[in-house]
């Protein structure tokens, strides 16, 4: 039984351009969360979804950040236009049902804009 | 004032010694409590949950104070391995996202 699946594990961005983090659930898992922990820093909450919906978005920056979560496929997180401080990891958890105690995170994805 | 506060430390602790660090919440409302294991460049890894009459895990002991707000992780006979980062996560009422704290770092040395 596969854990949380996130790919790629290191990313490399110029500022500018879009940067696309997969997140793939546990098994059985309908539930994703997306966190955002910068350099020396906390992990901050983004965004909750579940299949085809986004429950809570109250993490997300404003501008340039979206997440979708498809029927069929991976969880996405996208970044358009990538500025330095975007460089962070993006971790995403799952859980089966529709709290998060208990989530398991995938290994992360290193995002750096250079 | 930040949601979940630690003492980043480090705590340095003998191998063999007790090393015990708290964290403190502000929302009253906040219903279920964790504490998360995270190694360096690694994604965090739930240690236990913390219930209000105390829990045991083997070498681990969490305490909940709902009264003050605060949790306690205590670890006995401290193992090389157990260096790490150790986040105080809470989980607000009726909420689904996890609040963390910047976390507290022991460091193990023989």
């Known amino acids: 039984n596969a854990g949380v699946m996130q790919n790629p594990r290191h990313l490399v961005r110029r500022r500018g351009q879009e940067a696309r983090l997969r997140c793939s659930p546990m098994k059985g898992h309908s539930h994703v969360y997306w966190y955002r922990q910068l350099p020396e820093e906390g992990l901050k909450f983004m965004v909750y979804?579940?299949?085809?919906?986004?429950?809570?978005e109250s993490g997300m920056p404003k501008e340039r950040f979206s997440a979708e979560f498809p029927k069929e496929g991976p969880s996405i997180l996208r970044i358009q236009q990538v500025v330095r401080g975007d460089s962070a990891a993006y971790f995403c958890a799952s859980s089966p049902g529709g709290r998060s105690e208990g989530s398991f995170f995938g290994q992360g994805t290193r995002l750096t804009v250079v | 004032r930040k949601e979940v506060e630690q003492d980043p430390g480090p705590f340095n602790v003998p191998e063999g010694a007790t090393v015990a660090f708290n964290c403190t919440y502000s929302?009253?409302?906040?219903?279920?409590f964790f504490w998360y294991r995270q190694d360096c460049r690694k994604e965090p890894k739930l240690l236990m949950s913390?219930?209000?009459s105390g829990n045991e895990d083997g070498r681990f002991t969490a305490q909940l104070n709902r009264a003050s707000q605060y949790i306690s992780l205590l670890i006995r006979d401290s193992k090389l391995s157990d260096s790490a980062t150790y986040l105080c996560?809470?989980?607000?009422?009726?909420?689904?996202?996890?609040?963390f704290g910047g976390g507290t770092r022991v460091l193990v040395k023989p």
């Open positions: 913390v219930y209000s």
């Open positions: 996560v809470v989980n607000k009422a009726a909420g689904n996202k996890l609040t």
């Open positions: 929302n009253s409302a906040s219903q279920s």
């Open positions: 979804l579940q299949k085809e919906n986004i429950i809570d």
